[in-house]
Structures are given as C-alpha cells and as structure tokens.
C-alpha cells in the first residue's frame, strides 16, 4: 500500500507560479512510476505529467510542456511539479498517483496507477 498527500496548491495569478508536492509513504518509492493528474470543472481527467521511477523518463502533456516540469527525490519519497507560466486553463484539481511500473518506463495512462492523492486545488483567475 502507498499513501500520497499532495501540498502547495492554491490562488495564484496568471503568469505566476506554484510548486506542488506529493509526499509517498508506505513501499519502496524507487518501485514507483508518478504521475500528475488534473481535473477541471465538467471535465474528464487528464494527465499533466509523469515520471519513470528512476527519475530518468519524463512525459508532458502538450498543453504544459515548457511550462511545467516534474521532478522526484527517491530519499525523500516525494514527487514534484513545478508550474510556471500559469493560465487560467490550468484551473483543475491536481492529483498525484502512483503506479507499479518498471523502473525506467513512464506511463500517461490513468490504467497504469494504483494508488492516488486526495487531490489539491489550483486556481488561476482569468
């Protein structure tokens, strides 16, 4: 069993930026694929980024590349998405999952996590 928390979402401008944060407990957080998911109001999931499990692999959806950067530190089991740039369609719920993936495999599909965050929120005012 792996239990997320996800931090740092919140109100900010547009152009601004946030940094979240999903702390893992539970297995050998190396063994994990992440991933940042979001859900916005009306709409279905999406995945925003993710990350193999040994942090070589990454994945950006389109609509966030060279804005958004994923990032993890296998010591302190925590996962990392770093937003700049921020626009009021990034508007969504941000949720973190992990998933049981081979080491260096990243993986943009919902199918692929096992376990998830209870979500934060991020709001930017248009």
């Known amino acids: 069993q792996v239990q997320l928390v996800e931090s740092g979402g919140g109100l900010v401008q547009a152009g601004g930026s946030l940094r979240l944060s999903c702390a893992a407990s539970?297995?050998?957080?190396?063994?994990?694929?992440m991933g940042w998911f979001r859900q916005a109001p009306g709409k279905e999931r999406e995945v925003v980024a993710a990350i193999s499990g040994s942090g070589g692999t990454t994945y950006y959806a389109d609509s966030v590349k060279g804005r958004f950067t994923i990032a993890r530190d296998n010591a302190k089991t925590t996962v990392y998405l770093q937003m700049n740039s921020l626009k009021p369609g990034d508007t969504a719920v941000y949720y973190c999952?992990?998933?049981?993936?081979?080491?260096?495999?990243?993986?943009?599909?919902?199918?692929?996590?096992?376990?998830w965050g209870q979500g934060t929120q991020v709001t930017v005012p248009s």
């Open positions: 539970g297995r050998t957080f190396s063994n994990y694929g």
């Open positions: 999952a992990a998933g049981h993936l081979q080491r260096y495999i990243v993986s943009y599909r919902e199918a692929s996590y096992d376990y």
